[in-house]
Antibody
Framework: EVRLVESGGGLIQPGGSLRLSCAAS????????MNWVRQAPGKGLEWVSY????????DYADSVKGRFTISRDNAKNSLYLQMNSLRAEDTAVYYC??????????????WGQGTRVTVSS | DIQMTQSPSSLSVSVGDRVTITCRAS??????LNWYQQKPGKAPKVLIS???TLQSGVPSRFSGSGSGTDFTLTITSLQPEDFATYYC??????????FGQGTKLEIK
């Protein structure tokens, strides 16, 4: 069974830093591209960041580019999101999601339960 | 970036109704369109990938159609467990997988 478990969320002051983790199990992590998606309170889903299976390719939403860094440790079956210079608008539940491919189509087939980040003084 | 416009933002419906939700992309995305269902306090769940491929375990009352820029999610004979928020997502190219704003189905 595919399992993704996020951790590392919490209350942080504006300008602070936080590192989220996502522990993966039940599949060959090193073969999967991964993503972070967030959801602000009462709002919709926002794609945040992507990392390829081996890690050389990453991408970010414009709203977090230059402040967030996605990384992975395939030996530890773990995904990370380093969040710096946090702002109130980064307050959200953060989900890690596995990207599945079939032919030329791809989608997020497995999601974690989410970890809540609150940026407030 | 590709923008996704989903409508309506909310819909008041009854059990047994037929529901149609639309999603429009700001540029052609072929059939790189996915639909997700999210219930309160839960992670999203994929229903349909590639615009029309029903995921394993998803009831056949859900269907998707469209290509290019215009897409539709249809739920025939709405069931009580279908009251949720639905999101479209474009997965054209690599990364920058934007979501629509969501459509919340509410009980009439």
């Amino acid at each position: 069974e595919v399992r993704l478990v996020e951790s590392g969320g919490g209350l942080i002051q504006p300008g602070g830093s936080l590192r989220l983790s996502c522990a993966a199990s039940g599949f060959i992590f090193s073969r999967s591209s991964m993503n972070w998606v967030r959801q602000a309170p009462g709002k919709g889903l926002e794609w945040v960041s992507y990392i390829s299976s081996s890690g050389p390719t990453t991408d970010y939403a414009d709203s977090v580019k230059g402040r967030f860094t996605i990384s992975r440790d395939n030996a530890k079956n773990s995904l990370y999101l380093q969040m710096n210079s946090l702002r109130a608008e980064d307050t959200a539940v953060y989900y890690c999601a596995r990207e599945l491919y079939f032919g030329d189509k791809n989608w997020f087939d497995s999601w974690g339960q989410g970890t809540r980040v609150t940026v407030s003084s | 970036d590709i923008q996704m416009t989903q409508s309506p933002s909310s819909l008041s419906v009854s059990v047994g109704d037929r529901v149609t939700i639309t999603c429009r992309a700001s540029q052609s995305i072929s059939t790189s369109l996915n639909w997700y269902q999210q219930k309160p306090g839960k992670a999203p769940k994929v229903l349909i990938s590639g615009a029309s491929t029903l995921q394993s375990g998803v009831p056949s009352r859900f269907s998707g159609s469209g290509s290019g820029t215009d897409f539709t999610l249809t739920i025939t004979s709405l069931q009580p467990e279908d009251f949720a928020t639905y999101y479209c997502q474009q997965s054209y190219g690599t990364a920058r997988y934007t979501f629509g704003q969501g459509t919340k189905l509410e009980i009439k």
